[in-house]
């Protein structure tokens, strides 16, 4: 398959706000060994993009500089080494950057074949995503079934993801949410109760409960010793972002008391071979509960690859429910 030797990209032109992500002609990614190149057809868009863009989440040495983290397309290229796929197969991958754009590279193991009948679209919106929750809540948070599982922002692309997939694994889930009807949207996918945070303490409802097993949280800040309180004995808290802080005061006297577990992990910095463990878990698990219509991908918004600013100002206007996407085919 012949390449082109340019491609079109958003890059981030300065630290700052969406408007700084500007459309830049730069040459096609060469796959280094066990990588390909995806030439994409849609790309997800997630908060670590918008933390990259701000200049608070630098890309790892050997990344693309440019924002993407997750999208799907054809395999139009592959390095030495790569056994796993040929050109032209459809696939969905995490990427450690650089998926704004027609081409990307990523490790061969890093990629996953697309879902049965999964329009290309959505299947861009779940590496990210699935990798994120199932490392986390399964791998990390050891969800068991019928176990009380709370993950906050339950109407964000991770919330969504994390309602329906703890759902499908037999745990009985709870969430927040910020408004009446985001909360009426997550319980549609499965969640037993959503709390509206802006109105309702899921404190509250934990000491009813006799506390959550496990609780998936992006916030941080206020919600740290918040959490804590609202864990049951033996319980586990998993952090995954702080979008209010990372410093906070606690009493881990009370955590030995009760025996918790607070821990926590982000994606992109791991390993080549962390990464594939998750895939493979994910393509065993997760992949299946899709061919069963247990968990279907929630799409909020989609836009052209040269408004990436505009995705941006949805996703940091927290009003969407569900993935944002961009389109990168036919632009």
Known sequence: MTLSSSMLAM?????????????????????GHGQIIVRLAYAGVNRPDALQRAGS???????????????AGTVVAMGPGVNRWQIGDKVCALFPGGAYAEYAACHESHALRIPADLPLREAACLPETCFTVWSNIVMRGKLKAGERFLVHGGSSGIGTTAVQIAKALGARVFATAGSDEKCRVVESLGAERCFNYRTEDFGDEAKKL?????????????????????????????QIAFLQGPKVELNFAEMMMRRLTLTGSTL?????????????????????MIARGAFRVVIDSEYPLSEAPTAHWRLESSGHVGKIVLQVEGI
Do not use: H
Not at 11 to 18: F, H, R
């Open 268 to 288: 992109r910095p791991q390993s080549d071979q962390a990464k594939a463990t998750i895939a493979a878990e994910v393509e065993a698990n997760v992949w299946p």
């Open 11 to 31: 890059e981030i032109s300065a630290p700052g706000g969406p408007d700084v992500l500007k459309p830049v002609s730069l040459p096609v990614p060469v796959p």
């Open 210 to 238: 006799g506390g959550f097993g496990l609780i998936l949280d992006m916030v941080g800040g206020p919600y740290l010793p918040r959490n804590v309180k609202a864990l049951a004995d033996d319980g586990r808290l998993v």
């Open 57 to 71: 989440y630098a890309p790892p040495a050997s990344a693309s500089p440019l924002p993407g983290l997750e999208g």
